[in-house]
C-alpha cells in the first residue's frame, strides 16, 4: 500500500509543490534576519497569484493552444512589481512608520485578500479562467536519469529557480557585506547604526525583496502550478511559509527542507485522495495544518532568532 | 630617525592625526529637561582629557552629539580650528572620531572579524574580505596589546575581549580622537590596568583620548586634564597634576562628600541565611550557579563582589524565589525556604532590593504612592476587605517619603518621572520599612548619584546595627570594601574564595574576580 502512495510522479509533484513555500519563506527569511516580520506573506501571494494570471491571460494572443513565452515572461514581470509595490508599501508601514508588526502584517494580509478578490470579479466577474503556464522543461541528460530525473529534473522555471534561490539566500546572507549588514542589523540595530550602516535602508531592502518574492510565490501558484486563479487560492499558504522561518531557524537550508517536508505531505495527502485510501477526507487535508503546529512546537531553535525581530528601530533612547 | 613632517601627521595606524578638536557653547535640551547647557570642551593629539561627573550630569550627551547620535540645539564644532558638522556616526567616522559605548555596541552573533568589518567597504565588494580583516584585526592587537582571536563569534567572549574588539573596531576605522565612556565600568581591576596601558600606547602614539567617567582615582591615574560637569554645566576645568580626590568630588556634587564610612563593629550574630550547594540555570538554560555555599550572620553585610554576569542575578533571584534551583537549598533561620514564593519570603522578615530598578523594582507607570504599598496593600490597616483605605495609605506613604528623603512633588506622581537616585530611595523605602532580617541588595547604587549613593550607603550600615543580615551584591568594589564586614568573590557561578574586610587587598580581590582560586591569588 505504501509502495502505491509514494510513487516517483508522487514525489515529483512534491518537490512542485514546494515552490510557492520556498519562495515566500526565503523572502521573509531576509525580512526576518533583518529584524522584521512580515505576517502580510499570505495578502501579497494573492495579489502576485491574480495579477501575473491577468497578465498571462491578457498577452496570450487570442486562438493560441499552447503557452506563450511572452505572455508568461510578462505574468512574471507583472508579479513582480505588484510585489516591489507592496514590499514598498509594507517597508513604510513597518520600517518608517514603525508599525506593530503582528497588527499590520494582518491588515497587509486582508487587503491583498480583498484586493484580489475584488480585481477578480471586476476582471472576470469570478468566473474561473484557465491559463496555459510554465511548461515542463526536461533538463538535458539528467531528465533521462531513471526516477530521479522524473522527479527532480522534468520541472518549470520556476520551480527550478526557486531551488536555486536556496544557494542564493545561503550566499548573500553569509558570504558578502550585504548580507552581514543584514544579519547585524537584524541582531543589534543600534551597533550598525553605531558603525555608520542605514538601519531602515536595510530593512527597506529586504522587505521589499521579501515583498517580490511573495508575489513570484502567488504567481508560481496561478501560472505554474494550477494555472487557474480563485478567492483565497493561496489557503494559507502565505502564513505557514512565515512559520516555515522559524522552522529553519532563519536559515536557507532549513527553510528549505521544511518547504519539501510540507510539499511532500501535501503530494501524499493529495494522493490519499485521489486513490480513495479508506482515510476520511478532512484528516488528509487537514495533515500539512497539524504538522504545522507540531513542526513549530518542538523543531525551532529559538536561539538563533533575531534578537531585534519585530522592534522597530529608532536612535537614541 | 628623521621624519618628514607629513609623516609625523600620521598614526601608525596610517591615519591622519586629530590635533585639536573643541566644541563651543554646545546646548542640548530634551523635553522638560536642558542636558547640556553652553558647554565649551577641548581635546588635543596626545592626552587624555577626562569628562567627570554623576549620572545625568550630561556627559554621555555630550560625547553623543560629538558622535552624531544627538543633534546639539547650539553651538559648534571645530576640528583642526575647521568648523565642521557631524549629522550622524558616519560623519563622525570619516572625520576619525571613534567612541566606545558604555553599553558595547557589538553584534553577539557574529565573530569579532564580522563585528570589525560590519559597514566597511571590502576589498572584494560585495564579497566579504574577512581573512583581510583578520590580518589586520592581528596586526592591531600586537601594536596595541590588545588580544583577540578574531574568528571567534562576540558571545563567547569575556568582557574584558568585547572592550578590545570595541577599542580595535574604532582603531581599524582610523580613530584619531577616541571617545570612551565609562570603559572601567565592567572590567576587573588588572583589566583595567591592562586597558591603561593600551590608552597610553595610543596616547603616545597621537591619539587624542576622551575618558568618561565618575570614579575619581581612575580619572586621576589616566588623564592630564579634567573637566567636570554638573547638572549640564562646566564646573570646572583643572590639570590632573594640580586636583585632588576631595575637591573633585566637592566639585561632581557641589558639596563636600564622604569618601569613607564610619562603620562601627558589630558582634555578629547567629546564622541567618545559609546557602548550600546552590545551583541555578540561566535564562539561556546554561548552568549559571555551579555549587554555592555562603552565610550571612545577624548585624553582618556580607558583599559579594564579582565581574557582572557571573551569577550574581541568577543568585539573588533564586534565594528570593525568582528563579527555580536545580540543586542545594536556601536556609532561612534554619527554615528551608527554597522555592517559596516571594510573597512568603516577605512575610518571613526577607526584601529584596533588585538589580533592574526599573524592571523588577517598579512599576514604571505607577505613582509613588501605588509603587510604596505593592506590597502591603492588601494588609490592614491599608485595605479592608476588598476596599483600599485611601487615608491609612497616604499616611503611611507620607512617612515614608520623609523618612527616606524621597524628593518628589507629591505621591501622585508617577514614578519615571522621578531620578534614579530618588527611585532607588523609594524601593529602599518600601523594602527597609517592613525591618527585615534578611535584605538582599543587588546593585543598589548602581546608577545613583553620589548624594544618594551616600545616603543609601548610611541605610545600609543603619540596618547592619540593627542586626539585619544583609547579602551585598555589587560590582563596584569600592562600594564592598566601604561597607562590608566579609566579602566573598563570585567567578562563574562559583565562589572563589571569602576574605574579611581587614585581610581584604583590592590586588587579591581582582585576581579572585578573574577567578584565581584564593589560596594561589593570596600566596
Known sequence: MIGDLITASVLASGIRLATPYLYAALGETFGQRSGVLNLGVEGVMLMGAFTSLWAVHEFTPAGATGYDAGALAMGVLVAILVGLIMGLATAVINVTLQAEQGISGIGIYLFGLGMSDLLFQKVFGGNVVTVNGFPKVYLPVLSDIPVLGEIFFRQNLLVYFAFALVPVTWFVLNKTTLGLKIRAVGQNPEAADAMGISVARVRYFTVTLGGVLASLAGASLSISLVNVFQQNMTAGQGFIAVALVYFGSWRARGVMFGALLFSLVNALQLQVRTKGIDVPDEYAAMAPYVLTIIALVFASQRIDQPAALTKPFERGE | ?523
Open chain 2, 1 to 523: 630617525m628623521s621624519t618628514s613632517s607629513d609623516e609625523r601627521k600620521l598614526l601608525p595606524t596610517g591615519h591622519e592625526r586629530i590635533d585639536h578638536l573643541e566644541m563651543r557653547g554646545i546646548v542640548k535640551r530634551f523635553p522638560g529637561v536642558l542636558a547640556v547647557d553652553h558647554v565649551d570642551f577641548d581635546v588635543r593629539a596626545g592626552e587624555v582629557h577626562a569628562l567627570l561627573g554623576e549620572n545625568g550630569a550630561g556627559k554621555s550627551t555630550l560625547m553623543k552629539i560629538l558622535y552624531g547620535l544627538y543633534q546639539a540645539n547650539e553651538g559648534e564644532i571645530y576640528l583642526n580650528r575647521r568648523k565642521v558638522t557631524i549629522k550622524s556616526p558616519s560623519d563622525a567616522i570619516a572625520l576619525g572620531i571613534g567612541m566606545i559605548h558604555q553599553h558595547f555596541m557589538l553584534v553577539p552573533s557574529l565573530t569579532v572579524a564580522e563585528n570589525v568589518a560590519l559597514g566597511l567597504k571590502s576589498s572584494r565588494e560585495p564579497l566579504l574580505d574577512l581573512d583581510v580583516v583578520s590580518a589586520r584585526i592581528e596586526q592591531l592587537a600586537r601594536t596595541y596589546g590588545l588580544q583577540v582571536d578574531p574568528s571567534r563569534p562576540v558571545w563567547q567572549l569575556a568582557v574584558g575581549e568585547r572592550q578590545r574588539v570595541e577599542i580595535i573596531k574604532a582603531l581599524y576605522r582610523g580613530a584619531a580622537l577616541l571617545i570612551l565612556d565609562e570603559p572601567t565600568a565592567v572590567l576587573t581591576p588588572q583589566e583595567v590596568d591592562d586597558l591603561f596601558a593600551t590608552l597610553r600606547q595610543m596616547v603616545q602614539d597621537g591619539h587624542a583620548l576622551i575618558f568618561i567617567s565618575h570614579k575619581l582615582h581612575e580619572v586621576l591615574a589616566i588623564s592630564q586634564r579634567i573637566t567636570v560637569l554638573r547638572d549640564g554645566r562646566v564646573v570646572g576645568s583643572v590639570p590632573t597634576a594640580q586636583a585632588t580626590k576631595a575637591e573633585l568630588a566637592r566639585m561632581m556634587v557641589g558639596r563636600e562628600v564622604l569618601l569613607t564610612y564610619d562603620v562601627p563593629p558589630v558582634e555578629p550574630g547567629p546564622v541567618r541565611l545559609k546557602i548550600s550547594g546552590l545551583r541555578a540555570s540561566s535564562d539561556r538554560g546554561t548552568e549559571a550557579l555551579r555549587g554555592i555555599d555562603l552565610e550571612v550572620r545577624a548585624g553582618e553585610i556580607l558583599g559579594l563582589a564579582g565581574v557582572s554576569g557571573n551569577g550574581q542575578r541568577e543568585l539573588a533571584e533564586v534565594i528570593f524565589g525568582l528563579r527555580p534551583a536545580t540543586a542545594g537549598s536556601v536556609l532561612l533561620d534554619g527554615q528551608d525556604i527554597t522555592g517559596k514564593s516571594p510573597a512568603e519570603l516577605n512575610r518571613l522578615g526577607m526584601s529584596y532590593i533588585p538589580e533592574e530598578r526599573m524592571l523588577d523594582g517598579v512599576i514604571r507607570d505607577f505613582t509613588v504612592a501605588e509603587n510604596l504599598m505593592l506590597q502591603e496593600h492588601a494588609q490592614r490597616p491599608y485595605s479592608y476587605h476588598i476596599f483600599l483605605n485611601p487615608r491609612a495609605i497616604a499616611q503611611r506613604c507620607a512617612n515614608l517619603i520623609r523618612n527616606f528623603n524621597i524628593r518628589t512633588p507629591n505621591q501622585e506622581t508617577p514614578i519615571k518621572s522621578l531620578s534614579g537616585g530618588n527611585i532607588q530611595k523609594l524601593v529602599l523605602a518600601r523594602e527597609l520599612a517592613r525591618e527585615p532580617s534578611v535584605l538582599i541588595a543587588a546593585q543598589p547604587t548602581r546608577g545613583v548619584d553620589i548624594g544618594a549613593t551616600e545616603y543609601i550607603h548610611q541605610r545600609l550600615l543603619e540596618q547592619r546595627a540593627r542586626g539585619t543580615a544583609t547579602l551585598l551584591i555589587s560590582e563596584d568594589l569600592d562600594e564592598i570594601l566601604a561597607l562590608a564586614d566579609r566579602i566573598a568573590v563570585i567567578y562563574e557561578g562559583e565562589i572563589v574564595g571569602v576574605v574579611d574586610r581587614a585581610q581584604a587587598q583590592v590586588e587579591t580581590l581582582g585576581l579572585m574576580m578573574a577567578g584565581v582560586r584564593h589560596e594561589t591569588a593570596a600566596g
